[in-house]
């Protein structure tokens, strides 16, 4: 009878030791309580290059691909254990969802361009299959982004342009566009391209711009060296979520490459997709133009991550295997 007593005893203990960690854990974090439902797992892998930092919290493995980020960079995350069936981050106050892989879950950490320089809390948040959850709590650093300043000089009959308002009501246009988030990977595993292959890299995201010598504001994408009339090709698979006209970027293409990753194309002459359609990798969405708020024909790109607009050039070099 001792000795029946005694494993029981045993076994209680055991088990108090056992779920204890994990009721403090869920205490300490009452929100956020799932996962988003409904993220589709991409039966391919991504180009993944080499972590730079790996750290081990009980079931857990995450890796870190930067070791610290810029303002308007992207940091990819993995995060992999045996029985895991979600995970998401909080930076600030903003939840990422990481999106399943055969290999794991992956989640983009978006610094915006705007985001003051200095040390930031990152606490990730992994759910198991046996419904219990696992909170990593961790800090990485945001750095200043070096932008550089620039003034641009508008023709007299596109001054009109140089309106807060209307960047104002754009970007809200465009955020629209940016918030629905397709729950499936449409990219590939070759990752993201420039939309001119072998394109030089001339005006960079993220400068100080003052127009005509009296507005300010800063440049959200990358120009492209360009001639008037040359084709413009998708960055990576995905579909058209916006073909059309806008105040600002002029003839536009927005693609949805899903988990909320979007690319657009800006100042188009002509446009030659629409709305809701398919796009391969390399498939041409229309030409070099000079519509909207251009001093000169150009071609204007811009990636947006969760929502806000990131370095297009950072994030296509991040996916690059080193
Ligand atoms: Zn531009």
Redesign the pocket.
Known sequence: MPTRLLALLLLVLFAAFVTLPLVSAQEATPDPVMPTPGLVASPTPIPRPLPLNTLTAERATLEFFFTELEQGQTGLLHVSGAGMAGARARFVNNLIDFFPMPDGFYGLLAVNMEQSPRTYDLDIFVWYDDGTRQTINTQFEVITGGFIKQDVTLAPDKAYLIDPEVERDELARLESVFSTITLERLWDSEGFQLPIPGGELT?PFGAFRTFNQSFQTR?T???IRATLGQPIMASAKGTVAFAGFMEIRGNLVVIDHGYGVFTTY?HLGQVHVTRGQSVNEGQVLGTVGNTGRTSGP?F?WEVAVNGGFVDANQFMLMWKPV
């Open positions: 005006s440049h994408g990358w120009d800006a150009h204007h």
